[in-house]
């Protein structure tokens, strides 16, 4: 097997770019040790202590989910080995508040340190997420600006394979983990996601609560080839955002988690600051597309730290038409009556 460029020596030539790439690829080093400590627990399980339940006091995170034991272990794990570098500001789906470190420092880190924790009992893919901005001139403004500012995004999946999945706005490598040395060797580069797809993921147990444009294009790929894209669709689901964003990343297909009408996911679940802008930039550094449906979801500048949005990404040519179904049903006038959400499906 030729030898294979290795995550350090990529890290090394970026780094040469300048005092800002410096600083980008310590901290991407500092994830990336992070996560083969986090590989190793939690590839032990249950016999490193990892169940997956909650941990004693029933914490909760800023979104109110309780806090898995694997959750916290993961966070404090990334702020040890990031603790060592010059940060202007640090924030965590674990923590309530920005944290600010060095206000003179020139970049500032955003992390979901385990996405997917409610699949650790059962053994299914999980990860870590994180973006990297440059400090603006009001640091305690690092996370209120569009996701356009990002300097590098990536995630790891602790999946069969511990593969660490990397941009810094030059397009997409996937780094897998040699366990042999522990050390990350690409195994893809420059990835590109095919503009069609036929294969969804969304989950469907929410489908009465959908706006009609996010019902209207599933009715239209369960129709298959009887209906007007002609062509038989497949179904994923994993309720893991990194492991549907790596299937994407292979083979294509289209992932969404719309706003819906149940109480506190108008907006949908997922998070804008360390989940949505670190998954857009790579999606669209793959040639794909990420959006609310209604807006590119890069060009939207937080209203605060946790705030969720609404996320449809990965085959551009999908997302694009996803986009028109919801221009063609207008803007959102609060949500469009949901179908079935408070009445059986035939009236009594
Ligand atoms: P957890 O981290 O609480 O397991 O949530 C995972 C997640 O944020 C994302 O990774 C999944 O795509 C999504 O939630 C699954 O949400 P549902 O459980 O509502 O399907």
Known sequence: MDQQLQLNDFLEKYSQGGPLELRVAAAIDAIAAASVSLSQKISKGALDGITGEATKGQERNADGDV????????????????????????????????????????????????????????????????????????????????????????????????????????????????????????????????????????????????????????????????????????????????????????????FLYPGDARDGYGEGRLRLVYEAHPMSFIMEQAGGGASTGRERVLDIAPRSLHQRIPLIMGSVDEVRYIEELHADFGARDGMSAPLFAKRGLFRV
């Open 67 to 254: 806090q898995k034991d694997l959750d916290v272990y993961a966070d404090r794990v990334l702020r040890e080995h990031l603790q060592r570098l010059p940060l202007a500001a640090f924030a965590s789906e674990e923590e309530v508040n920005l944290e600010i470190r060095d206000p003179g420092a020139s970049i500032c880190i955003a992390i979901d340190p385990l996405d997917g924790s409610s699949n650790i009992e059962a053994n299914m893919s999980v990860g870590t997420i994180f973006s990297i901005v440059r400090t603006p001139a009001e640091v305690s403004a690092a996370f209120s600006l569009a996701g356009t500012n990002q300097l590098a995004a990536g995630f790891v999946v602790y999946g069969p394979q511990t593969s660490l999945v990397l941009t810094t706005g030059d397009g997409v490598d996937i780094y897998t983990l040699d366990d042999s040395d522990n050390l990350y060797k690409r195994t893809r580069s420059r990835v590109t996601i095919p503009a069609s797809t036929s294969e969804y993921a969304i989950n469907s147990s929410n489908y009465r609560h959908w706006e009609v444009p996010v019902r209207t294009y599933i009715d239209q790929c369960l129709a298959g080839s009887d209906g007007p894209h002609e062509k038989n669709f497949n179904m994923r689901w994993i309720g893991s955002l990194v492991a549907e964003a790596y299937r994407i990343l292979t083979r294509g297909g289209i």
